[in-house]
């Protein structure tokens, strides 16, 4: 394993941490606009939302390098 991937590893936890955090903040917002959500349905579509946004921003960042 290499110097990168060790510091990548040693901070996993701290990145799920980050990505929880997002959710939790866009998840309440969402019971907020609409009172009488299902809320697996809404933490369901949060999720796809995010991981649709992720997938995005990993093709922009990786088309950056040859």
Same mark, same amino acid.
Request: aromatic content about 4%; hydrophobic content about 40%; cysteine-free.
């Given at each position: 394993?290499d110097a990168i ?9 701290? *990145?799920?941490?980050e990505l929880e ?7 309440? *917002? ?14 369901? &579509?949060?999720?796809?939302v995010m991981q649709?946004?992720?997938?995005? &921003?990993? %093709? %922009? ?6």
């Amino acid at each position: 394993m290499d110097a990168i991937q060790k510091e990548l590893e040693s901070r996993k936890s701290e *990145i799920k941490k980050e990505l929880e955090l997002l959710f939790n903040a866009n998840n309440r *917002i969402s019971s907020w606009d609409v009172p009488e959500v299902d809320q697996k349905e809404a933490a369901q &579509l949060l999720l796809k939302v995010m991981q649709d946004a992720l997938d995005e &921003l990993k %093709e %922009e960042i990786l088309s950056k390098y040859p």
